[in-house]
């Protein structure tokens, strides 16, 4: 039986028109270039067909990849796939390849022709790295989607975004690879630079899926604990790691990078879930019902997956303060970490606090924005400012120097937390607290 | 007296939030399997909600549903293979025909490949949409695309429909087609639960009665001519009769709800052959009756009544 979202797709997107038109048009393109350079045409052609692959298959696919569901929820027909027997899996694939299946038949013919026309013997390595590319920010645009469609967001976008991070991140990865020879170094062994790009992009890119079939199990309702993000941040920081890394590294040197990676990686992690998930207040309200009637898993399993990840910031920021026992490390990144975990961490929990004073707004409204305004306030403006002015003193109590005065940053960023913790927990209980009736 | 139908929705102590409103406060009732349930209250009374929550569409966050057996919360895709569901906002995917919209909501509820043909056939004859198979769905009129909505809702066979506002937006003849439909279904025993603000469409096939006010159940019962056997006779006189009450009262079968000197409002256990008694013994008593009528309540009445009884 064929999956039905991606027949339904498949329908929709591949007429007979748009098989004959696509080619079609692709030919004359090809067929310009040809005759623009008939002395010698192979280069044009396989950098035309390299460009013409990333705007349909990257830039044109990441875009429908990410309105997949978005379309449907402004179309009203998500309650439907919603209410269907179709199982996260084939619901998540079925749109991956369906939502981005025309843009694939362009971006396959493009690569036939790059591989066809390239002069260069990486060829096959480059067309490896931007199918993978492809498929990741296809990925990461129905995560971002799905996640969108959660909070109820019915515009376009954030295809756009991955599109955004593609040219931001992945551009200046991908031009430092052509232009440099050198072996990544990872996990004390050399790797060979395509070579690396290319299994990185992959694996990215199959973690990607994954994240948005966990996402669809969620809007399927279909019940899930959270050890597949658990387990992402811990390969995260363990690729993170890798590149701090040496052959020569001790055991015990390894293991203090491998805590201070995942320090950082779960540190960052919780800024983007505060952003993305649907968390407050009502969901932590559902939580706590569950916990008072006693459903620990199911308060588990609806929890949102900030608290959970500033958890495991905690628990990295123990262990590697333990581990570090005032040593100096060798690796930039555990040094850097070393000196700072514990105000990162309590800047973390008040950031959160920020977060949640605005979600528990009576009428909440416009959370993310006003928190990340508050961000930016409090980490750029502020201190800046304060800083412009001479009054360093005045900006150390803004922003806490971790790296020159480890001690006053802990205490400066404790009585942040405190404070936007203590207000947070006020307005809760002004809003939302559960009472017994 | 026990229910001769067991429960097809069951829901206890439903819970259900959003921010600074208790959608659903602690909602707990049950719906007879074959019954056709009107689902009413004022806007905001939370029957969307709970509608989304029998759906599994939403999740409280306290309480427990029972749909054709089945616990919502704990599977919620087993449900989903049970119910059918349509939303007062449907939206329906433009760009296919009448065939593929039947064939992809056939095909996404588990019909098998084999059978998906006969299924997007009877629909479609079901919905006196046969003729429009082929004709894309943007080009549907607003009572078409009603027929589509609701044919894909139905085309898995489902054990119990949800339908919140139906109705809504369609022309008279379109809403008496749906009625038609929705008597229909219940004879061939589907469950159906329909929302909707006009009481008077409810009224052509509704057999229960569940209202909603504030996030609660004011009131759940079966409407009077629903219950097997049970009829309310109103009766006339062509002039006043001395004692007629207690005349009426001593009849087998009958319980007298309303008694003035020349009419009164019977409630009469039994059948059309207990009507036809009935009537044989007014004759027979020599009473000038001069109208003998079965009378059913009215839902909008039932509904003011049942509002209006209701602390606000």
């Given at each position: 039986m064929m999956n039905p979202e991606l027949r339904r797709n498949l329908w929709l997107e591949l007429s007979l028109h748009?098989?004959?038109?696509?080619?079609?048009?692709?030919?004359?393109?090809?067929?310009?270039?040809?005759?623009?350079?008939?002395?010698?045409?192979?280069?044009?052609?396989?950098?035309?067909?390299?460009?013409?692959?990333?705007?349909?298959?990257?830039?044109?696919?990441?875009?429908?990849?990410?309105?997949?569901?978005?379309?449907?929820?402004?179309?009203?027909?998500?309650?439907?796939?919603?209410?269907?027997?179709?199982?996260?899996?084939?619901?998540?694939?079925?749109?991956?390849a369906g939502a981005t299946v025309f843009a694939w038949y362009g971006g396959i013919l493009c690569m036939l022709v790059f591989l066809a026309c390239s002069p260069e013997i990486s060829a096959p390595q480059i067309a490896g790295m931007l199918v993978a590319g492809a498929l990741l920010l296809q990925a990461l645009a129905l995560v971002g989607g799905i996640a969108a469609a959660r909070k109820g967001v019915v515009r376009s976008g954030p295809g756009g975004w991955a599109v955004a991070v593609l040219f931001l991140v992945g551009g200046p990865s991908v031009a430092a690879l052509s232009g440099n020879e050198e072996p990544v170094l990872w996990w004390g062994r050399e790797w060979a630079r395509a070579d690396f790009m290319f299994c990185t992009l992959a694996v990215f890119a199959a973690w990607a899926v994954f994240g948005a079939h966990r996402l669809m199990c969620q809007e399927l309702q279909v019940r899930t604990l959270p050890w597949a993000w658990i387990a992402f941040l811990l390969f995260l920081a363990g690729f993170v790691s890798g590149f701090a890394i040496r052959a020569s590294d001790a055991w015990s040197q390894v293991r203090n990078v491998h805590f201070a990676g995942a320090l950082v990686v779960s540190l960052a992690a919780v800024y983007p879930l505060l952003l993305a998930e649907v968390s407050a207040p009502m969901a932590l309200r559902r939580v706590l019902f569950r916990l008072r009637t006693g459903e620990r898993r199911r308060a588990l399993e609806e929890a949102p997956l900030w608290p959970l990840t500033l958890a495991l910031a905690a628990l990295f920021t123990l262990l590697t303060m333990l581990v570090a026992g005032g040593r100096r490390a060798e690796g930039e990144l555990f040094a850097a970490v070393q000196l700072a975990p514990l105000p990162l961490l309590l800047l973390a929990v008040r950031d959160a606090a920020i977060f949640m004073w605005f979600s528990f707004a009576a009428q909440p409204r416009r959370v993310e924005a006003s928190a990340v305004l508050y961000m930016v306030v409090l980490y750029g403006l502020v201190p800046a400012i304060l800083r412009a002015m001479d009054a360093r003193a005045l900006a150390d109590l803004v922003l806490p120097p971790f790296w020159d005065r480890p001690g006053y940053a802990v205490a400066v960023a404790g009585v942040h937390a405190l404070l936007a913790v203590a207000a947070a927990v006020w307005r809760w209980k002004r809003n939302y607290a559960i009472r017994a009736e | 007296m026990p229910h001769p139908h067991p429960a097809a929705v069951v829901a206890s102590g439903v819970l259900f939030e959003y921010p600074g409103v208790r959608a659903l406060d602690e909602v707990s009732f049950e719906v007879p399997a074959g019954s056709v349930t009107a689902l009413v209250g004022p806007n905001g009374a939370g029957k969307t909600t709970l509608l989304r929550c029998l759906a599994g569409l939403e999740r409280p966050m306290l309480g427990s549903i029972h749909v054709a057996g089945v616990d919502v919360l704990e599977e919620p895709r087993a449900v989903h293979r049970r119910v059918g569901f349509l939303s007062d906002f449907f939206g329906l995917y433009d760009a296919l025909s009448v065939a593929r919209c039947f064939a992809h909501a056939a095909a996404a509820h588990g019909v098998a490949d084999a059978d998906i043909d006969g299924a997007v056939q009877r629909t479609a004859q079901r919905m006196g949409l046969a003729g429009l198979l082929e004709r894309r769905a943007a080009e549907l009129s607003r009572g078409q695309r009603q027929r589509v909505a609701i044919g894909q809702a139905l085309i898995h066979a489902p054990q119990v429909l949800m339908l919140d506002e139906p109705a809504s937006g369609l022309d008279p003849e379109a809403r008496h087609a749906l009625a038609r439909l929705f008597t229909q279904?219940?004879?061939?025993?589907?469950?159906?639960?329909?929302?909707?603000?006009?009481?008077?469409?409810?009224?052509?096939?509704?057999?229960?009665?569940?209202?909603?006010?504030?996030?609660?159940?004011?009131?759940?019962?079966?409407?009077?001519?629903?219950?097997?056997?049970?009829?309310?006779?109103?009766?006339?006189?062509?002039?006043?009769?001395?004692?007629?009450?207690?005349?009426?009262?001593?009849?087998?079968?009958?319980?007298?709800?309303?008694?003035?000197?020349?009419?009164?409002?019977?409630?009469?256990?039994?059948?059309?052959?207990?009507?036809?008694?009935?009537?044989?013994?007014?004759?027979?008593?020599g009473l000038p009756l001069s109208e003998f009528a079965l009378e059913r309540e009215n839902l909008h009445e039932s509904y003011l009544r049942t509002v209006g009884a209701a602390p606000s």
């Open positions: 748009r098989l004959i038109a696509m080619p079609g048009v692709l030919a004359l393109v090809f067929g310009l270039i040809y005759a623009l350079n008939r002395d010698a045409p192979a280069e044009p052609l396989a950098s035309a067909s390299a460009m013409l692959f990333v705007a349909i298959c990257i830039v044109w696919g990441t875009l429908h990849a990410g309105d997949a569901v978005i379309a449907e929820v402004r179309g009203r027909t998500w309650d439907g796939q919603r209410m269907s027997a179709v199982d996260p899996w084939p619901m998540t694939l079925g749109k991956l | 279904l219940r004879e061939e025993g589907i469950t159906l639960i329909v929302s909707s603000h006009i009481l008077a469409e409810l009224d052509e096939y509704s057999t229960h009665m569940l209202v909603m006010r504030h996030g609660r159940i004011v009131e759940n019962r079966a409407l009077e001519g629903a219950v097997a056997g049970l009829a309310r006779v109103r009766l006339a006189f062509a002039q006043a009769v001395e004692a007629l009450e207690a005349k009426l009262a001593a009849l087998p079968g009958v319980r007298v709800l309303r008694a003035e000197a020349d009419a009164a409002v019977l409630e009469l256990h039994g059948g059309a052959e207990a009507q036809a008694a009935l009537l044989r013994a007014l004759v027979q008593a």
